[in-house]
């Protein structure tokens, strides 16, 4: 298959993404445009110098701008309009289903009610569905580097939204905050009804999946690449069909792999694991969705068959009910005869 046809054809497969940050898909011009209506200061010239300046050595580069960047968003119609920019672009790429995170505290820390981040992304989502037919299902994230009874106060501020908010996860500086420290704060969330998921084992050890697994009761692991180095863990989350979200562009761009050439979502495939692509924070990492696909594809040598089997798995790794799964991997399979 040649380059075009490749691309055209991961275009238009039907797809699920399901570790995507709302704040990492902040593309400099709604940065400077959001700068501009509520008279904030930028510290660059131009849409063009903020891109220059990601150039990022580790996680902690990165979330050092990533966290700067969300100083622009302040209102509701902000979060309304960075939610409703990633849906738009992502209808056309025929994504089907989003599960995406936001940080609360990110934004209650600088003095932006958890509602008017919440409501606005939520306004989007429902807007999102009814303009472009993307489901959704929102995973609120705790900061691991800030203590749990933070995490807590927050799982209180999403009380009263009930189960719009349907998960949550545990992202931000890894090394250093294991999952254990938070494993009160999720048996809450859990006996809430939220879905649990976790980062884990993206710089952190493979101890660390285990420890999601084991005190979190996480249903599916974030990034979980440094699985491998783990042969009886890789086991277990073969058996007990634990999905990993991997997110090969990030990867490379955080210098958890050396090259994408290098990227072990191959070797996760071949060892008989869930796996699914993702973008995690497209405006910073080079990429959405597809262009993750197509990366991978390009370097990994992906065949047609394996971003089929990519595109199967985003939707069973989802939290959709097992019928709406079933009619998606329907959908991706007509694809792939037609
Ligand atoms: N890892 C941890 N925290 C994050 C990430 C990530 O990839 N993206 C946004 N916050
Ligand atoms: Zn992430």
Excluded: W
């Excluded at 996680?59 to 209102?75: N, P």
């Amino acid at each position: 298959m040649t380059d075009p046809d490749l691309r055209a054809f991961a275009l238009g497969l039907p797809k699920a993404e399901l570790h995507l940050h709302l704040e990492g898909t902040l593309e400099p011009e709604l940065m400077f445009a959001l700068a501009g209506r509520n008279g904030i200061p930028l510290p660059y010239e131009s849409a063009g110098a903020v891109r220059a300046a990601y150039d990022f050595t580790d996680l902690q580069s990165f979330l050092d701008l990533y966290y700067a960047g969300c100083a622009v968003l302040v209102t509701e119609q902000d979060f309304y309009d960075l939610t409703y920019a990633y849906l738009a672009r992502m209808a056309d790429e025929a994504v089907r289903h989003v599960e995406p995170f936001y940080d609360p505290q990110t934004h209650t820390a600088r003095g932006v009610a958890f509602e008017t981040a919440t409501d606005g992304i939520l306004r989007a989502l429902e807007d999102g569905e009814r303009d472009f037919g993307i489901t959704s299902r929102l995973i609120m994230s705790f900061l691991r580097d800030l203590p749990a009874e933070s995490a807590a106060a927050t799982l209180e501020a999403a009380r009263p939204y009930g189960a719009r908010i349907a998960g949550v996860g545990l992202d931000s500086a890894e090394v250093g905050h294991p999952p254990e420290d938070f494993a009160a704060v999720y048996a809450v969330a859990r006996q809430r009804g939220y879905r649990p998921v976790a980062h884990a084992g993206e710089e952190g050890p493979p101890a660390y999946i285990t420890g999601a697994l084991d005190a979190l009761g996480a249903q599916r692991i974030d990034h979980g690449v440094r699985c491998l180095e783990d042969p009886a863990l890789v086991a277990r989350l073969v058996r007990d069909r634990v999905p990993l979200t991997v997110c090969p562009l990030s990867n490379v761009r955080l210098r958890v792999v050396d090259t994408l050439g290098a990227h072990p979502l191959r070797r996760l495939m071949d060892a008989g694991l869930l796996v699914t692509v993702n973008s995690d924070d497209p405006a910073y990492f080079g990429g959405y969705l597809t262009d993750n696909y197509l990366a991978a594809a390009r370097e990994l040598r992906l065949t047609r068959e394996d971003l089929v089997r990519l595109a199967e798995a985003s939707f069973e790794a989802s939290f959709l009910s097992e019928h709406e799964k079933a009619a998606r991997i329907a959908e991706v399979r007509e694809y792939a005869r037609s």
